[in-house]
Nanobody
Framework: VQLVESGGGLVQPEGSLRLSCATS????????MKWYRQAPGKEREVVAA????????NYADSVKGRFTISRDNAKSMVYLQMNSLKSEDTAVYFC?????????????WGQGTQVTVSS
């Protein structure tokens, strides 16, 4: 199983970035996907979530209206479009996959990609 994030980097405030997560080794279309982030000295927090079929999305209040999560089940990819970036969005962003199974769940994490918002 692999989840590989890309697209992070340094961006100025009010700029945009698009994160991608390329996955392999599991049945992507059966998994709900999330983007988490972790800033220095803070706990990891969920940023956005999308259902396995893509029909349902949810966002943290702090990013609502600025970030958009999407997925392409044919390519086994999930994306996070980030607009109007703020300094407080600076964090390592992680891709996460979860599927509920009888008796528990299957969960996978990516290694993370750094996003730095600074002038």
């Amino acid at each position: 199983v692999q989840l590989v994030e890309s697209g992070g980097g340094l961006v100025q405030p009010e700029g945009s970035l698009r994160l991608s997560c390329a996955t392999s080794g599991f049945t992507f279309s059966s998994y709900d996907m999330k983007w988490y982030r972790q800033a220095p000295g803070k706990e990891r927090e969920v940023v956005a979530a999308i259902s396995s079929g893509g029909g349902s999305t949810n966002y943290a209040d702090s990013v609502k209206g600025r970030f958009t999560i999407s997925r392409d089940n044919a390519k086994s990819m999930v994306y996070l479009q980030m607009n109007s970036l703020k300094s407080e969005d600076t964090a390592v962003y992680f891709c996460y996959a979860r599927r509920i199974i009888f008796g528990g769940s299957l969960e996978y994490w990516g290694q993370g990609t750094q996003v730095t918002v600074s002038s």
